[in-house]
């Protein structure tokens, strides 16, 4: 079984800069394929990025040239760098992973991101 925690959420203007981790806990870390969701007030969670077991990253067009995916395998964590933040990109930031079969998915319970001047 894998637990997931996300942290480095927080409040920042305009243009500014965070960096979300996605830390695990258990086995089976390098069997997981992460992702990044977000959810805004009133509206549905939508997926942001993912990086698979092997490293290769995807990205919603919103964030596109502006976030960056990684990982650590040896620290059994994930990052999301955030750049060039805008205030449409507040929201409640959750990792997801999800293991080789696909039956196995584990959620965070979601950190607070706010762009707000």
């Known amino acids: 079984h894998v637990q997931l925690v996300e942290s480095g959420g927080g409040l920042v203007q305009p243009g500014g800069s965070l960096r979300l981790s996605c830390a695990a806990s258990?086995?089976?870390?390098?069997?997981?394929?992460i992702a990044w969701y977000r959810q805004a007030p009133g509206k549905e969670r939508e997926w942001v990025s993912e990086?698979?077991?092997?490293?290769?990253?995807k990205y919603a067009d919103s964030v596109k040239g502006r976030f960056t995916i990684s990982r650590d395998n040896a620290k059994n964590t994930v990052y999301l760098q955030m750049n060039s933040l805008r205030p449409e990109d507040t929201a409640v930031y959750y990792c997801?992973?999800?293991?080789?079969?696909?039956?196995?998915?584990?959620w965070g319970q979601g950190t607070q991101v706010t762009v707000s001047s």
């Open positions: 990086i698979s077991r092997g490293g290769s990253t």
């Open positions: 997801k992973g999800v293991d080789r079969s696909g039956w196995g998915v584990y």
């Open positions: 258990g086995t089976g870390f390098t069997t997981l394929t």
